[in-house]
């Protein structure tokens, strides 16, 4: 029993510690707490409203939930950091945030102070300009000052905002020099970054002047040196503010050439040439075609390295050369069946292949790779190749042949709105119209999943494949695998059912004839033949046998069509087939000149015009003749 209480015991304590999880902080505030609200909870708006105090505050902050802080007076100057230094800045909504997430640490304490903007800028520089209209100053807590006059005023907070970068007021102004405390400060990139604070033997002091020359003296020039690593084609001009130098091979020597402050310098490279590398003043720069530097402000030492682009062949052997297209960017490569031995330049080696309307790769290879199966030819029907030389590959194009097809029986559809129709198999979509009734689709096994979409304003979509009905879960059918000879019916509004049709053949009355049943599908007539909906029955003579039938169907006698038999059935059907057993009553012409009938008795021509009957069994004189 000890131990039964000491398991629940030990539970309720895993419940209350999972209660608890969260971030436990110390928040200390240096000054200013009565400045600002507090708030814990999972949003700023939360109603749990917590007290501050000057010194140390305890909070225990649960997981996905925060201490937010709002400053009363918006005016005011909130520094929250963490035990790291680091400042968290204030939101866009006007609070400052420490929200508890147990992937990170909680880096406590917390250090917050709340000043007046004038108790907070403990300090004042001066700034001084040749031409205010040229310069911004930016303070270090994002503060940006246009002067108006060329001396300005700027106060600051000796601890967090003693940093100040002076920069030109407009994208392509230039400043010459900003100097501070009697030592010149380095550009960095457009602009110079001035720390006010310096460290001596006496302890930190501020400079209280910054200068700022934001004018360059009138004769002063910059030199630029190009050095090159490869041949001197590669570089095709250098230009000064858009004008070619009138020397360019004196410019590429040790002296170099000179460009005025602000002068945009731009070289060139010729198109036949690699450009590897381009190294100024150790800084490694991307160019293409050309190297510009806008707005020159110092002295400029250039490094190019480069080559002319190598041409080198590759090896096609080619099948079907009139199934495909290679471009080359815009050009396009001609190929012949056969070995194709098509030059490439390192510049332009990445070639892509597409198929002619009507033809498929059936291969493509290096001998290593198989292209056909690249996600490129799978779903966007190319290939791409980047060239290289002593290559070698085999193309081989195919004419395509869609000798399979499988029948499509479409409900009447007239009447219904499709929000989205179509017939398809999943790479090849057929250009014939569909339509109402029978319609044969060619295909190839290569074209993949056939389906029927119609997507509408109705109701019902029933499907049926080679009599079966199609397990569907929306208005569409997909079936992967189709086969030569499917027959797949569509009906829509109204499920038909399927229904038997039963044959009574007598003896041998079918051989010599074919039995089919929606157009392509072979009739087993030994057993009921399952037929989905309206179903077009036919029985055709395969060869040109004496022997003729007779068919019925629920008793009522059809008549051939060229010695077709063709009849549907809606629902349950009996057909009987039976074999004629002869011709009688024929009248005879004694005088030679006959009449010619059918097998049933017709007159149909004169023996005279028997050239132009069709070609099958006729009754002259009494006689069974055969016209072929």
Not at 22 to 29: H, K, P, S, T
Not at 417 to 437: C, D, H, L, Q, W
């Amino acid at each position: 029993m000890k131990k039964f209480y000491t398991l629940i015991l030990a539970a309720l304590l895993c419940c209350l510690t999972a209660q608890a999880d969260g971030w436990d902080i110390v928040l200390n505030v240096s000054k200013g707490a009565d400045k600002v609200k507090a708030v814990l909870g999972a949003s700023e708006t939360s109603d749990n409203t917590v007290k501050i105090v000057d010194g140390e505050n305890k909070f225990s902050i649960p997981y996905y939930e925060s201490l937010y802080i709002t400053p009363l007076n918006e005016d005011d100057i909130v520094i929250l950091k963490d035990c790291n230094g680091d400042i968290i800045e204030k939101s866009w909504y006007g609070y400052y945030e420490i929200y508890a997430s147990e992937y990170r640490d909680n880096n406590t304490p917390y250090t917050l102070s709340v000043s007046d903007a004038a108790d907070y800028r403990d300090k004042t520089v001066t700034i001084s300009m040749d031409d205010c209209t040229k310069v911004t100053v930016i303070r270090a807590d994002g503060t940006e000052f246009d002067p108006a006059e060329n001396s300005i005023e700027i106060p600051y907070n000796s601890e967090e905002e003693h940093i100040f970068t002076i920069s030109p007021r407009t994208y392509a102004g230039m400043l010459y020099k900003v100097s501070a405390g009697g030592k010149d400060i380095e550009k960095t990139g457009r602009s110079f970054v001035v720390d006010l604070a310096t460290t001596g033997d006496e302890g930190i002091s501020y400079i209280d002047e910054v200068e700022v020359l934001a004018n360059y003296p009138a004769d002063l020039t910059f030199k630029t040196t190009i050095t090159l690593d490869g041949p001197a084609e590669m570089i095709s001009y250098i230009r000064i503010n858009s004008t070619n130098v009138p020397d360019m091979a004196a410019c590429l020597t040790g002296n170099g050439f000179d460009a005025k402050p602000g002068d945009v310098v731009a070289i060139g490279f010729d198109d036949n040439h690699k450009i590897e590398s381009v190294v100024d003043n150790g800084e490694d720069k991307y160019a293409y075609s050309q190297y510009t530097i806008d707005g020159i402000d110092c002295d400029h030492k250039i490094t190019i390295k480069g080559h002319k682009y190598a041409t080198f062949t590759a090896k096609f052997n080619v099948t079907g050369a009139e199934g495909f297209e290679a471009s080359l960017g815009r050009t396009k490569i001609p190929f012949t069946d056969g070995e194709n031995n098509p030059v490439f330049s390192e510049k332009n080696k990445y070639v892509t292949f597409s198929l002619v309307e009507g033809y498929y790769f059936s291969e493509f290879t290096d001998g290593t790779t198989d292209y056909l199966e690249s996600s490129d030819y799978k779903y966007y029907g190319k290939i791409y190749l980047d060239m290289a030389e002593g290559q070698e590959y085999t193309i081989v194009a195919q004419k395509i042949r869609r000798d399979d097809s499988i029948v499509l029986y479409m409900d009447d559809f007239s009447n219904l709105e499709f929000s989205y129709f179509s017939v398809k198999f999943e790479n090849y979509t057929p250009a014939e119209e569909i339509k109402a009734g029978y319609n044969t689709l060619n295909f190839r096994p290569e074209d993949g999943e056939f389906s029927v979409y119609a997507s509408g304003s109705y109701d019902g979509f029933y499907a049926y494949k080679n009599g079966e009905a199609m397990d569907l879960s929306a208005r569409y059918l997909e079936d992967s695998s189709v086969a030569n000879g499917d027959v797949y019916k569509v009906f829509f509004v109204n499920n038909p059912g399927t229904h038997e049709v039963t044959f009574d053949v007598t003896g041998d009355a079918l051989d010599g004839y074919a039995v089919k049943h929606d157009l392509i599908a072979d009739t087993d007539c030994s057993a009921p033949v399952k037929a989905a909906g309206p179903t077009v029955f036919t029985i055709s003579p395969v060869s040109r046998a004496d022997k003729e039938i007779v068919v019925k169907v629920n008793d009522e006698e059809i008549k051939p069509v060229d010695g077709v038999f063709t009849f549907e059935t809606k629902a349950d059907t009996r057909v009987s087939v039976t074999a004629m057993s002869g011709i009688g009553d024929v009248i005879t012409d004694t005088t030679g000149n006959a009449d010619v009938y059918n097998l049933q008795g017709i007159r149909v021509a004169s023996a005279a015009d028997m050239s132009s009957l069709p070609a099958g069994i006729y009754i002259v004189n009494g006689k069974k003749t055969v016209i072929k």
